[in-house]
């Protein structure tokens, strides 16, 4: 005989004990990723099959809508699935799906459903990154994101060496425009003191030549004669 019983676990979490004969089984989460993913599979499969066994045997109207936990959606309908729907809504008082303004509130109820399941991927996908919660991923997980690490660390140290060697260039270019403009000076400046050499020298001169008037001048005034 199988019996079920529900009690609660030391951490406040609802499990079903299932007992077969001497053996207990819990259900509750399976936290690995892989028994998860192959436990989904056989019970979704079990379950399609019951569905469409229920509805030949006992010419019932069965529809089934399964969503995976990333999403994937698996049905079956004995019928038309859409008219299943309908008639389920009505029975139970549900607004009409036809109705436009109807469609409108699902579509953004759809949206925001979606967007909320995008954020908790991206979230956990974030924490494993930074090495956080990973003691539920399986070996396949865990060889898949050191691998994203490994390409994430080497797109980090390619833009490092590349504003590096961006960096290295700048200098390069900065320090050849100083050294020119150093030469440029330095030329500049040798252009000035010769100028102010050759200056010096034509007026030393012109002092002479004055100097050597003047005298002549006095002569001539003393002697009255011309030289």
């Not at 089984?25 to 379950?47: A, C, D, M, W, Y």
């Not at 303004?101 to 908790?120: C, G, Y």
């Not at 090495?131 to 865990?142: H, N, S």
């Not at 060496?161 to 100083?178: E, F, G, M, P, W």
Request: with cysteine; proline share 2%.
């Amino acid at each position: 005989m199988t019996t079920y019983s529900r009690h609660l676990c030391s951490d406040w979490t609802m499990v079903d004990t299932k007992e077969m004969g001497r053996g207990k089984v819990e259900l509750k989460r399976i936290e690995n990723p892989t028994n998860r993913q192959v436990t989904f599979s056989k019970r979704r499969n079990g379950l399609l099959k019951k569905a469409f066994e229920l509805s030949i045997l006992c010419d019932a109207e069965v529809a089934l809508l399964i969503f995976s936990s990333s999403g994937k959606v698996y049905q079956f309908a004995s019928h038309d699935m859409d008219r299943t729907i309908a008639k389920y809504r009505r029975e139970v008082g549900l607004p009409d799906s036809s109705n436009p303004q109807f469609r409108t509130m699902e579509f953004w109820r759809s949206e925001i459903e979606e967007l909320k399941r995008s954020i908790n991927i991206l979230e956990a996908r974030q924490k494993h990154l930074h090495g956080e919660d990973i003691l539920a991923l399986g070996m396949r997980e865990l060889k898949q994101l050191e691998r994203q690490l490994k390409i994430g660390a080497e797109r980090v140290r390619s833009r490092k060496r590349r504003i590096v060697s961006d960096h290295a260039t700048l200098l390069k270019r900065r320090n050849k425009q100083l050294q020119e403009e150093n030469t440029h000076f330095l030329k500049r400046l040798k252009e000035l003191d010769d100028g102010n050499t050759s200056s010096r020298i034509m007026g030393e001169n012109s002092c002479s030549m004055l100097q050597q008037r003047i005298v002549e001048d006095d002569l001539l005034n003393e002697t009255g004669l011309p030289l």
